[in-house]
């Protein structure tokens, strides 16, 4: 049974544009969910996260929850080539708070 | 600014061998994680660690893995009798008193098993 799932992309958008990026989960009771972006062969470096439904924006950054839905999103603005990676959504299970979830993540290619 | 470390960055070991994976936390973070991530797949929880004991392992985590915090900085995996299966990458995380769900993770010790 998938806990976490993303779109796995390639996502590709141009230097400039904003890059939407889509995570569902399956557990109703989950409370927590962040966004970790993870560059090729190194570790998730965490970018965000959000507890409670609507927006939560941080710099060029986004996060939006919809627990009725099961959805959480991330928005990435004036994107750069330097935000090219996997972003990785990872929800936090309803029972066993520090167990992490984690979508199969979205690869985005922003391209110059 | 503070960081999780990881040693080895590889190790290569032949089946049926333990390995030890350590890692060092940041200083003032009080629970521990390990994860791993197979190539090309998800990052999956083996464990967390708070109070020098084991306080969440998922199915993963059966006999075969153990976690200890040996002294007041170090933390540390052990894989005994290593299988095909267990090549990845292994992330150690830890998060802080208050806000332990903000996890950050170490670089990762890529496990080659042969």
Redesign the interface.
Known sequence: QKEVEQNSGPLSVPEGAIASLNCTYSDRGSQSFFWYRQYSGKSPELIMFIYSNGDKEDGRFTAQLNKASQYVSLLIRDSQPSDSATYLCAVSGALRGNQFYFGTGTSLTVIP | EPEVTQTPSHQVTQMGQEVILRCVPISNHL?F?W?RQILG?????LV?F?NNEI??K?EIFDDQFSVERPDGSNFTLKIRSTKLEDSAMY?CASSEPGL?????????TRLLVL
């Open positions: 629970y994680y994860y797949q998800k990052v999956e929880f967390s708070y306080s969440e998922s992330f332990k769900e903000t996890q950050y993770f170490g670089p990762g």
